[in-house]
């Protein structure tokens, strides 16, 4: 799926103002069936959110932004802390008149924002979605050692795209994350809090937000489901995109066939 036709820039106001890039695809209102708000991981982007985007945008306007300073939205100079990246959603849902309540669906990093906003505004909240999240989180433990190198920033924003590729975040916005958010969040402490009905998806082989993690999440929710996606690692929306679709779709509307409903 092409998402350049449904791009759009939107400025954010407050302290640290910022421009965000956002997709922003779906039916007319009226002929869908609600709203759902995708975020993605530390040094991801929105595009990692393609195939559900395809998938789910025929039945539900999909909202998909990537996070300041990621992707294509501005990077500016701010804590990028927590509290800030839930303002930029806070506004975002504003801005883009959504409809609530709506369904949040995050992966790995995202995972403390859309926790820590259906926890504090549960009513906002219809249904929530983790891919690869936990209670605690980490980067890729290579990438969490090379960020932290004694070496200068420029030096490292040099050596990114080679010993990082598939990162769309500069390395001192990912050292603020890694800092502002990644580093205090508690997830234990917010967990028991969430009372939105909840899918956690985990993968197989995920070394960086595990299995146990995932089991931690679902025994520390009241009223969440654990799913376990096989031969997948950290990415299993991107790895096994049927599947994951798939556990969504009954997440969402219910067993479509009796093989779902066995």
């Known amino acids: 799926m092409n998402l350049e036709p449904y791009r759009k820039e939107i400025q954010l106001a407050g302290t640290s103002p910022v421009r965000l890039s956002v997709v922003d695809v779906g039916p007319l209102e009226g002929e869908r069936q609600g709203t759902i708000v995708c975020i993605h991981g530390c040094a991801g982007n929105l595009e990692q959110w393609t195939p559900q985007i395809a998938h789910l945008s025929g039945r539900y306007r999909v909202i998909a932004p990537d996070l300041r300073g990621h992707g294509r939205s501005e990077v500016v100079n701010s804590a990028y802390s927590l509290e800030e990246f839930l303002?930029?959603?806070?506004?975002?849902?504003?801005?883009?008149?959504?409809?609530e309540p709506f369904i949040l669906m995050a992966h790995s990093f995202g995972g403390p924002?859309?926790?820590?906003?259906?926890?504090s505004q549960p009513q906002r909240v219809s249904r929530l979605i983790l891919i690869a999240t936990g209670p605690e989180m980490h980067l890729?433990?290579?990438?969490?050692?090379?960020?932290?190198?004694?070496?200068?920033?420029?030096?490292l924003?040099?050596?990114?795209?080679?010993?990082?590729?598939?990162?769309?975040?500069?390395?001192?916005?990912?050292q603020k994350v890694l800092a502002g958010t990644l580093?205090?969040?508690d997830g234990r402490a917010v967990l028991p809090q969430v009372q939105t009905p909840t899918l956690i998806i985990a993968g197989q082989w995920d070394f960086i937000a595990p299995v146990a993690q995932a089991r931690e999440s679902q025994q520390l929710m009241p009223n969440a489901r654990l799913e376990i996606v096989r031969y997948?690692?950290?990415?299993?929306?991107?790895?096994?995109?049927?599947?994951v679709n798939r556990l969504i779709d009954r997440f969402l509307e219910g067993p479509r066939v009796w093989r779902e409903q066995r």
């Open 87 to 99: 303002w930029d959603l806070t506004q975002l849902l504003t801005r883009l008149n959504v409809e």
């Open 113 to 119: 924002i859309a926790i820590t906003f259906a926890a």
């Open 140 to 155: 890729n433990p290579l990438h969490e050692r090379i960020v932290k190198l004694p070496v200068s920033l420029a030096m």
């Open 157 to 174: 924003e040099r050596l990114r795209p080679i010993v990082m590729p598939k990162t769309y975040a500069p390395v001192k916005v990912i």
């Open 183 to 185: 580093f205090r969040w």
């Open 232 to 243: 997948t690692r950290h990415l299993p929306h991107l790895e096994r995109p049927d599947a």
